[in-house]
């Protein structure tokens, strides 16, 4: 009976070479996910001077916290959150601002459970009270404000939450602050709006306004629309929810973005004489990684000249 003879052929020079593409590209592959892991919970802190020439005098030197972009998951957790907002109490602003996108459910949840299950909303209602508690402590003399994203669920939860805990909602809405005789303006666009001639009917070319919106798609109705008397109405405008592309290789982001997020991805820019500010936000969206981007809040001075 014949028998077969055992062989131990090693792997030709044309295997051993696929074989070196496939570990050091897996070898690649891991260490860009520990950097974007790292760089995810690296928070910027970056400043800026915003001349608004229609400041009223008082308002002179006024430092707004800028956050959007929470996006509590995995990592990011309530307590996390609020430790770097503890942090943040030694910048000292005049106002705290809130951006809109509290919740992201995590992509192990999306794969493990539907959309819009009745567990992942218990989680996100829970998780965004236990952030607006620690939001509660936060000291701001001219206030804390907030407003909502479409993404943000029960917005009515949402109002009630930032409420108890010392946060003015804005969600489509406006509110004037004081001080002395002098008034500026907070206005908040939370979702998307078919029209905002109505906003600007209720402000004159010389009121100063802020204007939060949730993300740049807002911007071509916004910078277009005019005052009672005409003009525009708009100072500022202070935007998120592009997380600057969140994942950027190559020049490419990962992360969808419509054309105009794509045009205001983040950073400032100039429109019609009016200043724009897009975040790359605090938190991530789906994953706590950042390639090519980076989490930031921004503290923003207003001068007259």
Not at 148 to 163: C, F, G, I, K, P
Not at 269 to 288: A, D, F, R
Request: proline share 4%; hydrophobic share 40%.
């Amino acid at each position: 009976m014949a028998t077969r003879k055992k062989t131990n052929k090693k792997p030709g020079r044309g295997g051993r070479i696929a074989i070196g593409i496939f570990v050091a590209l897996l070898l690649a592959m891991i260490i860009t996910v520990g950097i974007g892991m790292v760089n995810a919970n690296l928070l910027r802190i970056r400043k800026a001077e915003v001349v608004i020439p229609n400041l009223p005098e008082r308002f002179d030197g006024m430092t707004l916290l800028y956050a959007s972009d929470i996006d509590l998951c995995g990592l990011n957790t309530p307590i996390r959150a609020g430790d770097v907002f503890n942090q943040l109490q030694s910048l000292h602003p005049d106002a705290l601002i809130l951006g809109g996108d509290y919740n992201s459910t995590s992509l192990l949840d999306k794969l493990n459970r539907p959309d819009g299950s009745v567990d992942d909303e218990a989680k996100i209602l829970s998780t965004r009270s236990s952030f607006f508690h620690y939001i509660g402590t936060f000291q701001a003399p001219l206030g804390k404000y907030a407003i909502a994203s479409t993404e943000d669920t029960q917005w009515q939860n949402l109002r009630q939450v930032m409420e108890e805990n010392g946060v003015k909602p804005l969600i489509n809405e406006k509110v004037d602050l004081h001080i002395g005789d002098d008034t500026l303006w907070l206005v908040g666009i939370s979702g998307k709006v078919s029209s905002l001639n109505s906003a600007g009917d209720a402000f004159h070319r010389n009121d100063c306004v802020i204007v939060i919106a949730e993300g740049p798609d807002v911007l071509p109705m916004l910078l277009t629309s005019e005052a009672a008397d005409s003009g525009s109405w708009v100072d500022l405008v202070l935007c998120g929810h592009t997380h600057g592309g969140q994942i950027r290789l190559f020049g490419r982001n990962v992360h969808i973005l419509s054309e105009a997020e794509q045009r205001f991805r983040s950073g400032w820019n100039i429109q019609s004489g009016t200043p724009i500010l897009t975040t790359e936000g605090l938190g991530c969206e789906g994953i706590n990684i950042r390639i090519g981007t980076a989490p930031e809040v921004w503290l923003i001075t207003l001068k007259r000249t």
